[in-house]
Structure formats: structure tokens, C-alpha cells
């Protein structure tokens, strides 16, 4: 081994340090690897909750809806044809979309009326994988059905086959008064996708849609993507091929701000979880300042012997990055296996002790899901050596400046 590494490993791991010098090393290696390990851990589980959150927000959600000022046949028909012709665009339909309110026994509930063809409810929205009970083909079968959320079902009570009171924004002028127009619509099915549109969306057939609503509400034509992460781009070209009337919108303009704010959140905790990082690296200035201290007549006797330098500092350097290395390695070892098996530690944690950590009925959640990426891994090593780097060059600054008669004067 060259003289430089077994000056470093003997400075660094030997046994020749006072208990209280070790002691201090011990503290920063320990605090260097829980810094690493938690941060790793928290941002996986941050990532896993803003998957969740993306794919269940987003499940029922198209990524762009154009929206004519005049929603005649002809406009939408254009529309539809001009969105179906780009490369990006994976399936196109028409829909018309309004607000009303929900009336079963004493429950009342405002919702959002859905409607579209059969076909577009399974292509653009997905709406077919998310029914848990009855079938989507129904709505077209079955005049005046509809499709419930399970939570919106539930806090109606109402289950597949009931008919419940739709009172919709239009007035209905009689003799005896002007009362708000109504029509009993059969519940066929419950879809659930585990997010706030459970308990707030409703869906019908474009034919039912248009005797409900008729020229209410909005109207237009909704796209599903290849890749929903081009909706920004293809919203900007399909603007700018259409006229002024045309109000284009995709899923970041409704969702968007929600994982903006996700992403800071991230990045939030990300930087005050690298204070324990910090913390970690400041100890190491400690541990080489005392090590510096303690092996001063070493030193001279080093530079009496032809050590320059400059091959001090390096040696210095070497010291704080052997312990930094063996620090963030651990850690990286112990976040990587949390991340990776949190999810089933937090179900046995509920299963043993009876505890409901994150409830669905609240979070829309269950459990504690994770998602490991590994360029958080490398970004979180990166942060500590850096860190751990920065912390070792004035201690080993100060040891290549020890004058060596000075030093072997207290030897």
C-alpha cells in the first residue's frame, strides 16, 4: 500500500486517537449515515406520494379539452378532426359537461355532470377500468342512467338500481310557479379511482347529457395523449391552429398547481433534511481539528522526513473523505433498503399493532407507498461528499501550515 493511504487509514481508523477523538469520529460517521439513510427514505416516500397522487388525480382526467365559444356540430366536428389528425393524440371525443345537484331521500349532493359517447368514456377517460360495480355500456342501453363515484354513492346511500332526483340550473315556468328543472336518473354502476372525483363526478350518455343540459354548460372535445407530459406542447401548437374562440386548457392547468406545490414540498424538505447532513459535516471539522491537534509532533516529524505540503493537505483530505465514504455508504445502503421495503414495514406496523396509519376514507390513501429513484440516490451522495469535502480542507489546511521546530519542541 502506498505510504499517503496507510498514513490515511492509520490517521483514520488506527487506534492510536484518544477515546473522546474517536468518540466525536464515531458521532459524525453515525451522523453522516442517519443524514443519507432518512434523507433517501423521505424523498422515496415523497416521490410515492406524488405517483399515487398523479396517477389516481389524473385517472379520469383528459389531458386537453378544447372548448368552442359556439359549440355547434359543425365547430365541434372540426375541432374533433383536427385534434384526431395530430401525431401526439391518442384518442379524441366530444363531451358536455355541467353542474347540478343530487337528491336521494334527505341527502343532497352538487356534483359534476359528465357526458360522452360510450366510446369516449372508455378511450379518453378510462372510465371502464375504474367501475367497480355494473357496466359502462349500460348508460347507452339504459335512457337516463347514470355512473356514480363510490364516495359520492355513499354519501347519498344510494346502491346500482335506485333512482336518484337530478335538479338542474334550468327553470321550468307552470301555473302554479317557476321551479327548477328535475328528472329521476337510474344508478347503474359505481366507478372509484380512489380521489376527490369519487364525490364529485357523475357520468351519463352524450344523449342523456344533451336532454339534461341541453345548450347549458360547456361543451367541447376532450383528448387522450400518447404521453400526457407533451399536453403543454401540443396545447400551444393546437392554439395556435385555432381561432381566439377556442379556449384550450390540459391537465397542468387544472391539476398542475396541486404537483407544483408537491414538487416545492419535495425539494422543502429535501434541503432541511440536509441540515442533519451539515450537522454531520461540521462534526468532521471536529474530528480532524482534534486529529490535526493531537498528531501534531507526527506532522513535524513527516516534514522533518520530506513530506511536503502539499501531500499533507492531501493526507488531511483523505482522512475526512475516508470517513465521510464510509458514512454516507452505510447510509446509502440503509435509505436504499428502507425505501424499498417501507411500504410493508408500514403494513405490519398497522397489522401488529392495530394502528391505521394513513386512513383511505381521509388520504385517499392506504399504507405508505414509496418510489425509489435512484437519481435522488446519487443527488443525495453528491450533497454529502460535497459537504464532507468542504468541511476537511481547513483542518487539513492548518495541519500542512504546522512549522515543524515549533511542533517538535512539545514532543
Do not use: C
Not at 36 to 62: D, K, Q, Y
Not at 155 to 170: A, K
Amino acid at each position: 500500500m502506498p505510504l499517503s493511504w496507510e498514513l490515511i487509514f492509520r490517521f483514520s481508523l488506527g487506534g492510536g486517537q484518544r477515546r473522546f477523538t474517536r468518540f466525536v469520529a464515531l458521532a459524525s460517521l453515525f451522523g453522516m449515515m442517519i443524514g443519507v439513510a432518512a434523507l433517501i427514505t423521505v424523498l422515496s416516500v415523497m416521490n410515492g406520494f406524488a405517483g399515487e397522487l398523479h396517477e389516481r388525480l389524473l385517472a379520469v382526467t383528459p389531458d386537453i379539452t378544447l372548448e368552442p365559444a359556439e359549440p355547434t356540430a359543425d365547430v365541434l366536428s372540426a375541432l374533433a378532426g383536427l385534434s384526431a389528425a395530430q401525431a401526439e393524440v391518442r384518442a379524441v371525443t366530444p363531451y358536455h359537461r355541467g353542474t347540478a345537484l343530487l337528491r336521494y331521500g334527505d341527502q343532497s349532493r352538487g356534483i359534476k355532470l359528465v357526458g360522452a359517447p360510450e366510446s369516449g368514456l372508455r378511450e379518453v377517460i378510462d372510465l371502464a377500468s375504474h367501475v367497480t360495480y355494473g357496466d359502462l355500456g349500460a348508460l347507452t342501453q339504459e335512457p337516463f342512467s347514470v355512473i356514480l363515484g363510490a364516495d359520492l354513492a355513499r354519501l347519498l346511500r344510494v346502491r346500482p338500481g335506485d333512482e336518484v332526483e337530478i335538479l338542474l340550473p334550468r327553470l321550468t315556468v307552470s301555473p302554479l310557479g317557476v321551479f327548477p328543472r328535475s328528472r329521476l336518473l337510474t344508478v347503474v354502476g359505481v366507478f372509484a379511482v380512489g380521489a376527490p372525483p369519487d364525490a364529485l363526478e357523475a357520468y351519463v350518455s352524450s344523449e342523456t347529457a344533451q336532454k339534461l343540459l341541453g345548450q347549458a354548460g360547456q361543451q367541447g372535445v376532450q383528448l387522450r395523449l400518447w404521453d400526457r407530459d407533451q399536453a403543454p406542447e401540443l396545447s400551444a401548437t393546437l392554439r395556435a391552429m385555432t381561432s381566439a374562440a377556442v379556449t384550450v386548457r390540459n391537465w397542468q392547468s387544472s391539476q398542475g398547481s396541486l404537483f407544483a406545490a408537491i414538487k416545492m414540498e419535495k425539494i422543502t424538505v429535501g434541503v432541511l433534511l440536509a441540515s442533519v447532513i451539515l450537522v454531520a459535516a461540521f462534526n468532521l471539522i471536529s474530528t480532524l481539528t482534534m486529529s490535526v491537534t493531537e498528531k501534531r509532533g507526527d506532522i513535524a516529524i513527516l516534514q522533518v522526513l520530506g513530506l511536503p505540503a502539499r501531500r499533507l493537505l492531501m493526507l488531511f483530505l483523505g482522512q475526512g473523505l475516508v470517513l465521510a465514504l464510509l458514512g454516507i455508504s452505510l447510509g446509502a445502503l440503509l435509505g436504499v433498503t428502507l425505501a424499498t421495503s417501507i411500504s410493508d414495514v408500514s403494513l405490519w406496523i398497522e397489522r401488529v399493532f392495530g394502528l391505521v396509519l394513513f386512513d383511505p376514507a381521509v388520504y385517499y390513501i392506504g399504507g405508505l407507498p414509496s418510489q425509489l429513484l435512484w437519481r435522488d440516490v446519487v443527488a443525495v451522495v453528491v450533497v454529502a461528499l460535497t459537504l464532507s469535502l468542504l468541511a476537511s480542507v481547513y483542518p487539513a489546511w492548518r495541519a500542512s501550515q504546522i512549522p515543524p521546530a515549533e511542533a517538535l519542541n512539545y514532543v
